[in-house]
Structure formats: structure tokens, C-alpha cells
């Protein structure tokens, strides 16, 4: 199936170099992404430095990959603990019912009243400090969407026959929530946790660049395009990198969530 949709191979292909430059960066970025050096201040790109150096001379690919990293870890996080967190809570709500099902109702539907992002800066403001605040901002503010999306599809289940035989097996709800329940949502919740990873490595970009990210000298893509701003027309170069960065990460995940969303969607029609 992969095979047969370039659109697939694409997503794939950026995903992975994503996730190499993130190792890169992490592990052995080609130059110290913090160390400061004014002798090569504002260097267009050379063989010694591919892709230029900032206003302190420092080198821009290094400090992209290093913000390759941040961007990532920050993105996964946030989708791996909105991803549990809204897969059990609406998978929950949704077999559970009554009032309590009409709480986690109302007190998503108060979240989804804020953009998300404007959540994510208040949240990020009120945990100023904590090296985790981006992570914890952004998961409150995309948990919602996957609870929703959860509790919908657990409902169109809640009626089958399985969950009632389940249920007059003597089964403990828990039991019929983590044998039953969770595996057939397994679908929507890897569409939707493909999406969240998009959405949420362009927020922290945003936050990035409004200075709520991580602190200075750390890298960011959101950090780079801030600091650009004062040195466009005399270095574009440290703006196109964080740039480009930024629009193939989203444009390779987005289609690979298209291609998740038609590969499962074909295997719901067989």
C-alpha cells in the first residue's frame, strides 16, 4: 500500500530525515550550536559553515539540528501524553455514560472555548520556568481533540454486541475498556496522534518565537526565525533555514497522516 502512494514514500522520507537530523543534533551536531564566535559574525554560507553563521557567529546548520532535536522532543512528548491521556479518558467517558460522561463533556467543551494556542501561552506563562511547561501547555491544550475524537468513535462501539457479551460475562469495565475498547480505537487515535505531532511541533515553533520556548543560548526553529528578524536583508540565510525546516516538517507529516487516514479507512471498507 506504502508503495503505491508517493504521497506515502514522501511523508515517510521527510519523517525519517527528520528524525536523523533530531539524532544529529542531539548526539554530534558538526559545531558547538552555543559557542560564540565573532571573527565569522553573520558568514554567508562556505564549505566550513553549509548553511552560514548568526549574529554571534554561530554556525546555523549546527544550531538547526540542535533545534531539529528541542522541536521534536518537545512535539513527541506533547503527542505521546495527549495521545494516552485523551485515548483513555474519552475511551472511558464514552463507555461509561451519565453524568460523568456529561463532565468530561463540558469541561473539554470549556477548553475547546480557548484556542489552542492561546491556552498553550497562558499555560506556558502560568509554568514559567519548568523546562516541561511547553510540553504540559500544549498537552491541556490539544487534549480535547483527542478526547472527543476518542468518546465519538467508543460510542458508535458502546452498542455492539461484543461490549454487551462483555458485559454479561461478569467483565470489570476496566477490563472491558482495555480488552475491548482500546484496540478497535487504535485507528482514529494513530490518525489523530499523527496530526497532533504537526500541530504541535508548529505551536512550539510559535511559542519558540513569542520567547515562551526554551531559554537562550538553546536552540529552537521558533528561536532562529525570532532572532532573524533584525538581519533579513543583510543574512537571509538565518531565516530560510528554520523556515524551510519548518514548512517540509509539516508538509512530510501531513502526508503521511493523509496516507494513515486512506490506508485505514480502506481497511474499515474491507
Known sequence: MLMQRPSGIAGVTVIALILLAAAIGALAP???PTMVDFTTRLSPPSSAHWLGTDEWGRDVL?????????????????????????????????????WLDRCVVALMDAFLA??????AIAMTAVLAGSSLAPVVALGVAYLPYMVRVVRA?????????????????????AYTLL???IPNTVAPVLVMSTSLFGWALLAESALSFLG?????????????LADSRNYFADAPWLALAPGIAISGALLGINLFGDFCRDYFDRKTKD
Open 62 to 98: 549546527s544550531r538547526l539540528l540542535s533545534g531539529t532535536a528541542v522541536t521534536v522532543a518537545v512535539a513527541g512528548l506533547t503527542t505521546l501524553l495527549v495521545t494516552i491521556s485523551g485515548a483513555l479518558l474519552g475511551a472511558f467517558s464514552g463507555l461509561a455514560g451519565g
Open 212 to 224: 515562551l520556548g526554551l531559554a537562550p543560548p538553546a536552540a529552537s526553529w521558533g528561536g532562529m
Open 153 to 173: 468513535h467508543v460510542l458508535t462501539l458502546r452498542g455492539r454486541d461484543f461490549i454487551a457479551a462483555s458485559r454479561v460475562m461478569g467483565n470489570s469495565p
Open 114 to 119: 480557548f484556542p489552542a494556542l492561546v491556552l
Open 30 to 32: 558538526p559545531y558547538d
Open 179 to 181: 480488552r475491548h475498547v
